[in-house]
């Protein structure tokens, strides 16, 4: 019996690009199978339905994005304030891609925003978080004390130059962003810094 998984794999893939390119809403079944090089009928035998398979799209995508990121961080080093510029001058170098459309994870789950329940929000939900920590791992490791705290600050920051680079198509958004996120950590270092010098 032939494995299903290659088909299975076309039509993630074929569908990843059609969500990205067109929206949840706009990107068909008919294309999305048009786009995998099967019929329809193959498509649904594999994925009962569009929302199951925007669901498996972005638990598929999420290993491959987390694992991208991991691998951006391995090679990020020096202290907090390096780490940080060199996330956002990545994050400008990604934009200035061509065709580049940003994150699919928020744009896809813009679209389920009356759908809390939707399972491919709690997919984007924990996929962000989990990119969250690791840039919190990664910050204690340089030494910032209370790390999550600041990784959500300048998680905040990236994820607004995103949607707003996507709204202006400019970069710049990316540079100030990064221009804040050095300035949140110079204060949460010093304020660590001060509570260590007080007398309890």
């Known amino acids: 019996m032939r494995s299903a998984e290659p088909t299975r794999k076309r039509i993630l893939e074929g569908a990843y690009k059609l969500f990205r390119r067109q929206g949840y809403s706009r990107a068909t079944t008919d294309a999305i199978a048009a786009a995998a090089k099967l019929t329809k009928r193959t498509l649904y ?24 990121f991991r691998t951006f961080a391995d090679q990020l080093s020096g202290s907090p304030e390096d780490i940080v510029r060199g996330m956002f001058r990545e994050l400008a170098a990604w934009a200035d891609r061509p065709r580049w459309a940003g ?4 744009r896809l789950v813009i679209e389920l925003a009356d759908l809390p329940g939707h399972p491919a929000r709690l997919i984007a939900r924990r996929h962000k978080a989990q990119l969250e920590r690791c840039l919190a791992e990664l910050l204690q490791r340089s030494g910032v004390r209370r ?18 680079i ?18 949140l950590v110079r204060c949460h270092l010093d304020k660590y ?3 260590r010098r007080c007398p309890h």
């Open 45 to 68: 035998h594999h994925f009962r339905s569009k929302d199951q398979l925007l669901a498996s799209v972005l638990d598929a995508q999420h290993q491959l994005a987390l694992q991208a």
């Open 103 to 106: 994150s699919g994870f928020t």
């Open 193 to 195: 810094r001060r509570a």
């Open 147 to 164: 790390a999550g705290e600041l990784a959500r600050a300048i998680w905040l920051l990236s994820e607004g130059a995103i949607s707003l």
């Open 166 to 183: 996507l709204v202006h198509g400019d970069r710049g958004y990316a540079a100030a962003a990064g221009d804040a996120a050095t300035t």
